[in-house]
């Protein structure tokens, strides 16, 4: 494990906990921006940037209870965070739907999404050679994408223990080759992922894989975005009812 300094060590006991950064920073009675910025240092230190992996990383010394109530507290933050962005079952975006497009002509695949890991879902939000909306979270490999940070790969899946025996692998879509890259906050939280498949077995070199996860990135600004207009639009929304007051 690598070395760390007394600030670094508080904040990474609570984050192999679960805690967010919000109650680490009223647990060490610290703003939330230093937590963030202390946070960051521990993902650049660890070379990680999910909360999942960063919390496993400092939990290597927990009971399995421990781990799997750390887990929990993660994966409702990560939800939390997924509703206050009011994304899921939203309407079509264009720059959504060009992301989606442009992740199919750029690797050649039949199909490509766009998608966002509810509690027991993954919805498209969109997507290009699929009819289906959603999807069960439990049988779908973007479940593995969104506990790590990087690029998840499965080059034939029919030869992949792990997912030969799938549903979607065995039936329609018949996913066979499967690369996803993981939509990241600031936070760590993986909202979702930019996720891409092919009917036939292939590689997937480093060069494609960074490729990928720059689309990830485009959508996590995108939805940053997005956030930031609809918050500027209730303000002018209370800015003009409070005036109709005062008239």
């Not at 060590?9 to 647990?27: F, K, M, P």
């Not at 990830?216 to 009812?241: F, H, M, P, W, Y």
Request: charged share 20%; aromatic share 6%; glycine share 2%.
């Amino acid at each position: 494990m690598v070395p760390l300094s007394s600030r670094q060590q508080q904040v990474a006991s609570l984050v192999a906990a679960g805690y967010s950064n919000r109650d680490i920073a009223t647990e060490l009675n610290v703003t939330e921006q230093i937590v963030k910025n202390v946070v960051h240092s521990l993902f650049d230190r660890i070379g990680v940037w999910n909360r999942v992996e960063l919390a496993n990383y400092f939990s290597q010394s927990s009971s399995p209870d421990e781990v799997a109530i750390a887990q929990s507290r993660i994966e409702s933050d990560r939800l939390a965070e997924l509703r206050r962005l009011n994304i899921l079952d939203s309407s079509a975006e264009r720059i959504f739907d060009e992301l989606a497009l442009i992740a199919a002509n750029i690797f050649n695949v039949p199909i490509a999404v766009v998608a966002f890991a509810d509690s027991n879902r993954i919805w498209f939000k969109s997507k290009v050679g699929l009819s289906a909306s959603e999807v069960p979270r439990e049988i779908t490999i973007c479940h593995s994408t969104i506990q790590q940070s990087k690029v998840f790969v499965v080059n034939d899946a029919l030869d992949d223990q792990r997912f030969s025996c799938n549903p979607l692998v065995v039936a329609e879509p018949k996913v066979r080759f499967y690369a996803s890259a993981p939509i990241l906050t600031e936070a760590g939280y993986a909202l979702g992922v930019v996720c891409i498949v092919d009917r036939v077995a292939r590689n997937f070199t480093p060069t494609q894989a960074a490729v990928l996860q720059s689309l990830a990135r485009v959508a996590r600004e995108q939805i940053n975005l997005r956030s930031q207009l609809a918050a500027l639009k209730d303000s002018e929304i209370a800015d003009a009812g409070a005036q109709g007051l005062a008239a």
